[in-house]
Structure formats: C-alpha cells, structure tokens
C-alpha cells in the first residue's frame, strides 16, 4: 500500500509498506513495516533496492558452489564432509533466491507507485489547466 502526503515543510513525503513476498512462504510483515522518503527520491531508493538484488545475483553463484561441493576423495571423512556441507549450501542458496525474489518485488511495488504518484500529478494539472481555461 503507497500513501501520499504533505509533511510539515510543504514536502511531498510517500510512505509504502513492504510487500509480501509471493511464493516464498514468507509471513506478511508486521503492521507498520515498510518506509517513508520524499517523493523526489523515488529514483534514488529504487536504484538503492536494484544495487542490492545485483549483489544477491552475485551471491547466488557462491551460494551455487556451496550447494554442490564435492568430497575431495574416496575415504568416509570425504564423504561425510559432502553430506554435511551441501545441504548447508542448499539451504543458503534457496535463502538467496527467496530474498532476491523479495527484492523484485519491492522494486516492482516502487517502480508501480511512482508511476501512480506521476499519473496523479499529470491528472491533477490536467483538472487545473482545464479549470483555468473553463474560467477565462
């Protein structure tokens, strides 16, 4: 949910709550969560947000190469060294993923509202240019 508003300064602030993480099996977040910036800074939170989905990319392949480690020989210690590490690795990477997915989706919710704020903006001065034309 985005909301619009005026802070004390005559600053247009937004306030957005996170998003639900589709598909994650992820609780919906606590009343209240989310956050509030100006609604001229839009484009900096969302390259904020795409900054850190392009470093979980980039964790994702060591988190890759943690999921499938390899028992450097034939002995059981080897082998027992593999059944332990790869599902700890398993476990980080389908971490990685769910956050990644997360993150897209808060990017998407932010690219939707500032989309929304700017078609409001335009609609309003549509409705002000044409009441000034409709008074002359």
Not at 123 to 133: P, S, V
Request: a negative charge.
């Amino acid at each position: 949910m985005v909301e619009a508003s005026m802070d004390g300064g005559g600053k247009r602030m937004v306030s957005m709550r996170a998003p639900v993480a589709k598909g994650t099996g992820a609780p919906a977040p606590a009343e209240g969560g989310g956050y509030k910036f100006d609604a001229e800074q839009f484009d900096e939170v969302i390259g904020k947000w795409k900054a850190l989905r392009d470093d979980l990319q980039n964790d994702r392949t060591e988190a890759e190469m943690m999921a499938s480690v390899q028992a450097p020989g034939k002995e059981f210690a080897s082998g027992d060294f593999e059944k332990t590490a790869n599902p700890s690795g398993q476990a980080f990477l389908q971490q990685n993923l769910r956050m990644q997915r997360y993150v897209q989706d808060y990017i998407e919710a932010l690219e939707n509202a500032k989309k929304g704020t700017e078609n409001t903006e335009d609609d309003m001065r549509e409705q002000i240019n044409k009441a000034g034309a409709d008074q002359a």
